[in-house]
């Protein structure tokens, strides 16, 4: 996603958050509401028992529940999904050189992003998903996650 709003599919490592090599990276795209319920989690010891080879330490947002038939589970969204990232948006001022020179001080201009999620508190993901909401175009938010690979 570039500054002036156009979307250029580009290739972006992100390093896996499993240690188990067992996961995969995907995107989703859904409209807003997505009916999903996301929840923070964070690997405490090396018992694998809770999160299922996640490091210890990493603490994550994760997919807790996806509504039968939202539109979040209508874009491939599942429970146990890793968010990684998302568009956000933010308004900025755009100042044209010659509003500068009078003493203007622009006008708003709505920016879409993409926003890193990894190391992230839930209330700051939270809020950029929502943001997505002041897009003038109403694009669907991407959704960049982790997913393990069915067994």
Partial sequence: LKGDGQTVLERIDFPPLYTTGDSYI????SIIPMGILLGETEQNSDD??????????????????????????????????????????????????????????????????????????LEEVMEAIGSNRMDPQQRPVILVVERKQQQ
């Avoid at 995907?26 to 795209?29: A, K, L, P, Q």
């Avoid at 994760?62 to 939202?70: L, Q, R």
């Fill in 26 to 29: 995907t995107t989703c795209e």
């Fill in 48 to 121: 694998n028992n809770n999160n299922d080879g996640l490091s210890v330490g990493t603490v994550v947002v994760v997919v807790d529940e996806v509504a039968e038939g939202s539109n979040g589970a209508l874009a491939g969204i599942q429970v146990g999904d890793i968010l990684r990232a998302c568009t956000a948006c933010q308004a900025m001022m755009k100042a044209p050189t010659w509003q500068i020179l009078a003493g203007g001080i622009g006008m708003p201009e709505t920016q879409r992003f993409m926003y890193t999620i990894d190391g992230r508190p």
